[in-house]
């Protein structure tokens, strides 16, 4: 089985930073792609940021709204995505979630969540 455990959520003031980390554990063979998604109070779960594998550290995709101010990568050796956020606003402000594509050993790719992590950009 896999794990995800994030971290690196909480408050924050606006134009502040906060960096999330969102690491898989477990009978890994290999992972894809990596994301974050957010979900803030009566929205739906919209995806924030995601990364591929490949040479050079894979192929990033951000939503609109946060473009610019934050930066996916990752930590292949350790399963690690990151999602460094920098001139947070108000409107950032919901729980994270990470998405981790991954092969067990024995099984096929499939897709993982994290547990949520809350990030309020508040004054």
């Known amino acids: 089985q896999v794990q995800l455990v994030e971290s690196g959520g909480g408050l924050v003031q606006p134009g502040g930073s906060l960096r999330l980390s969102c690491a898989a554990s477990?009978?890994?063979?290999?992972?894809?792609?990596m994301g974050w998604y957010r979900q803030a109070p009566g929205k739906e779960r919209e995806l924030v940021a995601s990364?591929?594998?490949?040479?050079?550290?894979?192929?990033?995709k951000y939503a609109d709204s946060v473009k610019g101010r934050f930066t996916i990568s990752r930590d292949a050796p350790k399963n690690t995505v990151l999602l460094q956020m920098n001139s947070l606003k108000a409107e950032d402000t919901a729980v994270y979630y990470c998405k981790q594509e991954v092969a067990t050993y024995g099984s096929t790719y499939r897709y993982y969540w994290g547990q949520g992590t809350q990030v309020t950009v508040s004054s």
């Open positions: 990364i591929t594998r490949g040479a050079g550290g894979g192929i990033t």
């Open positions: 477990g009978s890994i063979f290999s992972i894809n792609t």
